[in-house]
């Protein structure tokens, strides 16, 4: 039973495999990006506005309000990161309804690549917003003897995310997996379903998780 | 060999157990914590519950490597396929 969708490899060259996991990210980003554009070529602005742009507008507008409520200033900013976060990770654990897929999430590459995005990202933003002096002045606080401290849990929060994506998806498929060989009827359709749920929280605390980390890499302290 | 297989199963079984032990408790306190203050302060719901299901993730995260480690040890154990291939080149 493959542990994850790395190992299923369609095609090899040299030492570059096409696996499930890339082929199946690509055609996410496919899928979205399309939809995306067939969706706000045509907005309206006022008068009847299409289903779809609706249902846009309501989760771009949630994630947003999510964003302010946990202590940016000024969301905007950080509205494509996160939301891009949000979307991926939630549309590809949602899509394991379709029969024969396996969610790229459940590969520890795709979710180690997401966590050391937002370790860049925190690293980007703190600097942009405290310039590259403050930030680093931030890991003395509060005391200057906590800077191994701050730097090991820098490293250990990005850790934390992939391993927390990928064993929460994983364990989502594996457990199904196992169940079919066991009692093949009902019970895997319940799994299957506490994996879509899972599936949905998981990616709003990826995206959350990094708001917050954002949040406290371009908090400006009043010296 | 064997000696690799029951020691992985063994531990597999073992570390899925006692991993579970603590974080369910530490949920369990989270959980009642958060009801009790909802109950004091029904206006601040969204943020408790928010701030509620951040820390239920982050607690679950050490079940979750627990459950990686187990499922590592039976399904892509290193030291049982390097047994395997072993065999398989004799």
């Known amino acids: 039973m493959p542990l994850s969708p790395d190992e299923i490899v369609f095609w090899q060259y040299g030492f570059f495999k096409l696996n499930s996991t890339i082929a199946t990210t690509w055609a996410l980003m496919l899928a979205m990006a399309l939809g995306a554009k067939r969706i706000t070529g045509q907005i309206a602005v006022d008068g ?36 891009t976060l949000f979307l991926f990770i939630a549309v590809s654990n949602v899509c394991a309804i379709i029969p024969g897929y396996d969610p790229p999430t459940g590969s520890l590459s795709t979710t180690s690549a997401l966590a050391l995005s937002v370790f860049v990202a925190v690293l980007f933003f703190g600097i942009r917003e405290q310039g590259l002096t403050g930030y ?23 850790f934390a995310l992939a391993i927390r994506l990928f064993g929460n998806i994983m364990s989502g498929t594996m457990i199904v997996g196992i169940l079919l060989t066991i009692t ?8 299957d379903l506490l994996g879509l ?20 890499a371009t908090r400006t302290h009043e010296e | 060999m064997t000696l690799i297989a029951i020691v992985s199963i063994i531990t597999a079984g073992i570390t899925i157990a006692l991993g579970s032990i603590a974080p369910a408790l530490g949920e369990g306190r989270a959980v009642s914590t958060a009801l009790s203050s909802l109950a004091q302060q029904p206006d601040a719901a969204t943020t408790i519950t928010r701030t ?35 065999a398989a080149g004799k």
């Open chain 1, 48 to 83: 009847t506005i299409s289903r779809w742009q609706g249902f846009l507008e309501i989760v771009i507008t949630a994630i947003q309000e999510q964003i302010k409520e946990v202590g940016l200033q000024h969301p905007k900013k950080y509205l494509p990161f996160i939301g």
């Open chain 1, 136 to 158: 680093l002045r931030s890991y003395l606080r509060p005391t200057f003897i906590m800077l191994p401290f701050n730097i090991i849990s820098e490293f250990s929060r990005t």
């Open chain 1, 184 to 191: 093949p009827l009902i019970f895997p359709v319940f799994m």
């Open chain 1, 197 to 216: 749920l899972t599936g949905m929280v998981q990616a709003y605390i990826f995206s959350i998780l990094a708001t917050v980390y954002i949040a406290a």
């Open chain 2, 52 to 86: 509620l299901f951040v820390g239920l993730a982050m607690i679950e995260s050490i079940a979750i490597y627990c459950l990686v480690i187990s499922m590592i040890l039976i399904f892509a154990n290193p030291f049982w396929n390097h047994v395997i291939a072993q």
